[in-house]
């Protein structure tokens, strides 16, 4: 009874996620997207310290950089803390063995990344150990690859498949048929 009251106060069901969830997953997602995007000043700062020059001052647009990558990482560990708590909706019925595994590969290596990108990050700069930028760096061009295969396998299992998988990620109002 409690955990039927509870789904329903959050607008959870077996077929979507809940409106937490789904307010983390595209938070999460726009952050990530503008630190891969506006990144010109974090990546002055990268070029700098490779090349072995004096590096500058923290100037406002690395310090964002960093403040938003902590930022991600708090809500990555919210959105980890969530996922075990209030648990996903159910793979469609449909799906393959091979594509399942596959999902899931991608989604924990996703999880990985997102975890790994900041943790590489703060440490290689205020600890300044290249390596670790370097690694950061390398992370952030698999991460990229990893968002195109996620959203191409969204598309497929939609349009394709017949799924209907987006509307999971989707607020509760515009799930509903009216």
């Known amino acids: 009874m409690k955990k039927e009251l509870f789904l329903k106060a959050n607008r959870y069901s077996k077929e979507t996620y809940s409106l937490t969830q789904i307010m983390l997953h595209w938070s999460i997602a726009a952050l990530v997207i503008y630190q891969l995007v506006i990144n010109k000043e974090i990546k002055l700062w990268y070029k700098q310290n490779q090349t072995s020059l004096e590096v500058p001052y923290y ?38 063995l091979p594509l399942i595994l596959l999902a899931r590969l991608s989604h924990y290596s996703l999880y990985l990344l997102l975890f790994s990108m ?7 700069w205020y600890l300044e150990i290249k390596i670790l930028i370097d690694v950061h ?20 299992h939609e349009g394709v498949l017949g799924n209907k998988i987006i509307k999971r990620m989707l607020p509760p109002d515009t799930n509903t048929k009216h």
């Open 137 to 156: 760096y390398l992370l952030s061009k698999i991460l990229v690859g990893l968002i195109l295969f996620h959203v191409c396998a969204a598309i497929f």
């Open 59 to 96: 100037s406002p647009g690395a310090w964002l950089h960093i403040v938003l990558g902590i930022t991600i990482f708090s809500l990555m560990s919210y959105r980890l803390f969530k996922r075990i708590r209030t648990g996903t909706p159910a793979l469609p019925k449909n799906s393959f």
């Open 118 to 124: 900041p943790l590489s990050g703060f440490f290689g």
